[in-house]
């Protein structure tokens, strides 16, 4: 089973940039194909970014050109980096599998807000 941890979430004035981490823990994660989820609230959560196992990426439209997903298999971790941030992206990020789901994380809040 996979335990993940979501940091770098904060409170970002609109414009500003933010760097989602994403540690996983309990297997190794470089031959999934894994997603960034966000959960704004009273909405459902939705998928916001996808990277293969071969580091093809994907992106919803809403944050394409926006957002960049990477990962660092040396050290069992997904990244999203946000750029541009708008008052609309402001969830709680979450990373998870994308054809495979694990226990989700707690998340990580993002605000953006002048």
């Known amino acids: 089973q996979v335990q993940l941890v979501e940091s770098g979430g904060g409170l970002v004035q609109p414009g500003g940039s933010l760097r989602l981490s994403c540690a996983a823990s309990g297997s190794i994660i470089r031959n999934y194909a894994m997603a960034w989820y966000r959960q704004a609230p009273g909405k459902q959560r939705e998928r916001v970014a996808i990277?293969?196992?071969?580091?093809?990426?994907n992106y919803a439209n809403s944050v394409k050109g926006r957002f960049t997903i990477s990962r660092e298999n040396a050290k069992n971790t997904v990244h999203l980096q946000m750029n541009s941030l708008q008052p609309e992206d402001t969830a709680v990020y979450y990373c998870?599998?994308?054809?495979?789901?694990?226990?989700w994380g707690q998340g990580t809040q993002v605000t953006v807000s002048s």
């Open positions: 998870n599998g994308y054809v495979e789901l694990w226990s």
């Open positions: 990277i293969g196992s071969g580091g093809a990426t």
